[in-house]
């Protein structure tokens, strides 16, 4: 993707790779960037309300993918989509998820059930080159253009001109179109904010990972429960999620500094890792890795600009936070299902799709924001005290399952348990201060056990 500059009306890439004589334009309502779960949700619901839709993805599906484990409040948009079942096939029932840490000795598990919202009370663990076909598959179902193979390479956003498109296929083959609106979901590529140089790195979380497919790792109690187990050690955490046919992806995720101190083959490092936290090395000790080992580096970001005249970024395209709390794929979908109203809405009258533009803007920050305050603080110890001994003091336990099933949106319901839980992190950091830590569900003295 090369760089924009500005026209006045809209902004203008400049190719550099595309050929002088220009393939013929194909026109088309809305095309979009990325055939993922963000891409693929938006073409679905654009295309079943008879808008003309182009889905460009520049892999084939299925391949890999990062983002295996799901939240409840993602099976309400696989209802609307109309993929419930076929999520239900290829998924592991996951019930909630397991905290444990070695320093206090002990673990917690959230049930979903447990949370505020009894409409849905569990999630699924997926293998995402599964996940993403059947999403891709439904989207061709509702009547999208969707092609793999096909990157798109620049993008002249122009919405009163017309926005031009130009992509290339594996083959080689380049194609012009010429959308009236544009959605990116691209990812992680984040093609449009790469562009416009609105891509931030985020401050408060520079972290990365490390992951990988392992066979024969032991469960954490006598059977496999399904929850994603969430290992905590003084430098980060761990995830293990169980997937289909005795898979278990796992995961260390850390700073800077604790990837700087590697030495030789990440996998050799990834391995060392895994045996340093005793929980981890027991269930890992007669396991097999079969997969390679995968890193992404520093990959909390955020754009300056979500949405313009014609235009919009959804899921990853716009800003990723951190996967500790599994929202990625939902945060992904709901942004997406956004995105469809406000480009639908857009086709028919620019102005009066501008409000509705703003407000999803609105919406998918605030839903960023209600997650990131407990992001950053989940390597803050009184945080990790507080997870071990959770207390459902004015419902604060309910209300911190509803924000790990992903009920992110501002509802009165979920106020008072999260500012309580709030105001308790605030109490108990000074408590901490004067040498006291919350401990089976009391105050005790530090270093007295
Ligand atoms: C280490 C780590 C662990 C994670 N774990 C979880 C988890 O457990 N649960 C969870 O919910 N989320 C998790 N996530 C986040 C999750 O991976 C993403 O949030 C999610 O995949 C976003 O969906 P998306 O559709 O926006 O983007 P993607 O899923 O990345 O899809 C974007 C698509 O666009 C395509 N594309 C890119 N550029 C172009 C181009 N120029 N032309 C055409 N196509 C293009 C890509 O090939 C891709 O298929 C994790 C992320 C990381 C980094």
């Known amino acids: 993707m090369t760089p924009y500059r500005g026209t006045g009306a809209g902004h203008r890439a400049m190719p550099l790779d595309t050929p002088d004589a220009e393939p013929e334009a194909t026109s088309c309502d809305v095309l979009i960037i990325g055939g993922g779960p963000a891409g693929a949700t938006a073409a679905t619901l654009l295309a079943e309300r008879g808008r003309s839709v182009v889905l460009l993805e520049k892999d084939h599906h299925p391949r890999f993918h990062i983002g295996e484990s799901l939240l409840p409040l993602n099976l309400r948009i696989f209802e609307r989509l109309g993929v419930a079942d076929r999520m239900a096939a290829i998924g592991v029932y996951k019930p909630g998820a397991r905290f444990v840490s070695d320093e206090h000795g002990s673990h917690t598990a959230f049930s979903f059930a447990a949370g505020l919202n009894q409409d849905y009370t569990h999630a699924y663990q997926v293998r995402r080159s599964d996940f993403d076909q059947i999403l891709f598959a439904r989207a061709r179902e509702a009547g999208a253009d969707a092609r793999e193979g096909v990157r798109v390479l620049d993008v002249t956003l122009d919405a009163r001109a017309g926005h031009h498109v130009t992509a290339r296929a594996k083959d080689g083959a380049v194609a012009v179109f010429r959308p009236r609106f544009v959605i990116d979901a691209s990812g992680r590529d984040t ?109 909390s970001y955020a754009s300056k600009v979500m949405q313009g005249d014609g235009w919009l970024m959804a899921g990853d395209a716009y800003a990723f936070l951190d996967p500790v709390f599994s929202s990625g794929v939902l945060l992904a979908m709901a942004s997406a299902e956004m995105g469809a109203e406000v480009a639908d809405t857009w086709l028919d009258d620019p102005v009066r799709a501008a409000p509705l533009a703003r407000a999803f803007e609105r919406k998918v920050k605030r839903a960023i924001g209600s997650l990131s305050w407990l992001v950053y603080r989940i390597n803050s110890p009184v945080l990790r005290d507080m997870f071990m001994n959770p207390s459902n003091r004015f419902r604060m336990r309910e209300g911190l399952v509803s924000l790990l099933a992903g009920d992110v949106h501002v509802n009165a319901n979920r106020q008072v348990p999260v500012l309580a839980f709030k105001v308790a992190f605030a109490w108990l950091t000074l408590a901490r201060r004067f040498g006291y830590r919350l401990r089976n569900g009391g105050l005790v003295r530090m270093g007295s056990g």
Do not use: C, Q
Request: aromatic share 12%; hydrophobic share 40%; no cysteine.
């Open 191 to 299: 093609v449009l904010a790469g562009a416009m140089g609105s891509k931030a790195r985020n401050p408060h979380n520079n972290t990365g990972a490390l992951y990988g497919h392992f066979r024969g790792v032991a469960p954490f109690g006598d059977a496999e429960d399904g929850n994603i187990t969430i290992h905590l050690f003084d430098e980060g955490w761990f995830w293990m999620i169980p997937l289909p046919d005795g898979v278990m992806s796992i995961g260390v995720v850390s700073n800077p500094g604790f990837f700087k101190r590697r030495r030789g083959e990440p996998r050799d490092f990834f391995m060392d890792t895994l045996r340093s936290v005793p929980s981890v090395a027991r269930r890992i000790a007669d396991a097999e890795l079969i997969s390679e080992v995968t890193t992404t580096g520093n990959y």
